[in-house]
T-cell receptor, first 114, second 115 residues
């Protein structure tokens, strides 16, 4: 039973345009959601997070939107740059779990075309 | 500042052999984790530790053991390797809970092949 789903395995976007990566979840008890970025042969690196009590969090070119009623979150990257090409993982955590465990989606591979 | 360091980076084992993967962090983090990532899958938590001397099971703990004898080190052991354990293993650490905005920091992974 996959609790965090990234239904698009890949996405291609032109440089300068907006990239929108989507994530759906099934467990309404999740209280924090995170996005990680992963380059080949490297570990994931943290991008941005959002608490379930918020609907938007912004950090530079990255914005995460949370729609609790739809159990859906999305990561917007504007403008997209070639260096953003990577695999993006959505993750979620439960309250009182001490930051553990993180439940990860399968990832979406973003390709930004120059 | 090394962050999270995993050794070795690559290893090939024969079925039935044993080995230990080492994770070291220099950020004085309390929490440490071991994940595995298989093709087309997200990261799945194997075991984790919320402090020196403590360990707990994650989503896929079978076939693995862990130890956290020192705060900076988290060891993952395979007592009798099986081909199903062929994977990329990631170690991570964090200072505290997400409520205090403390995300996990990952190492670069260990690619393990079991023949």
């Amino acid at each position: 039973d996959q609790q965090v789903k990234q239904n698009s395995p890949s996405l291609s976007v032109q440089e300068g345009r907006i990239s929108i990566l989507n994530c759906d979840y099934t467990n309404s008890m999740f209280d924090y959601f995170l996005w990680y970025k992963k380059y080949p042969a490297e570990g994931p690196t943290f991008l941005i997070s959002i608490s379930s009590i918020k609907d938007k969090n912004e950090d530079g070119r990255f914005t995460v939107f949370l729609n609790k009623s739809a159990k859906h979150l999305s990561l917007h990257i504007v403008p997209s740059q070639p260096g953003d090409s990577a695999v993006y993982f959505c993750a979620a955590t439960l309250p009182n779990s001490g930051n553990t465990p993180l439940v990860f989606g399968k990832g979406t591979r973003l390709s930004v075309i120059a | 500042n090394a962050g999270v360091t995993q050794t070795p980076k690559f290893r090939v084992l024969k079925t039935g052999q044993s080995m230990t993967l080492l994770c070291a962090q220099d950020m004085n983090h309390e929490y440490m984790y071991w994940y595995r990532q298989d093709p087309g899958m997200g990261l799945r938590l194997i075991h984790y530790s919320v402090g020196e001397g403590t360990t707990a099971k994650g989503e896929v703990p079978d076939g693995y053991n862990v130890s956290r004898l020192k705060k900076q080190n988290f060891l993952l052991g395979l007592e009798s390797a099986a081909p199903s354990q062929t994977s990329v293993y990631f170690c991570a650490s964090s200072r505290g809970t997400l409520a205090s905005n403390q995300p996990q920091h990952f190492g670069d992974g260990t690619r393990l092949s079991i023949l």
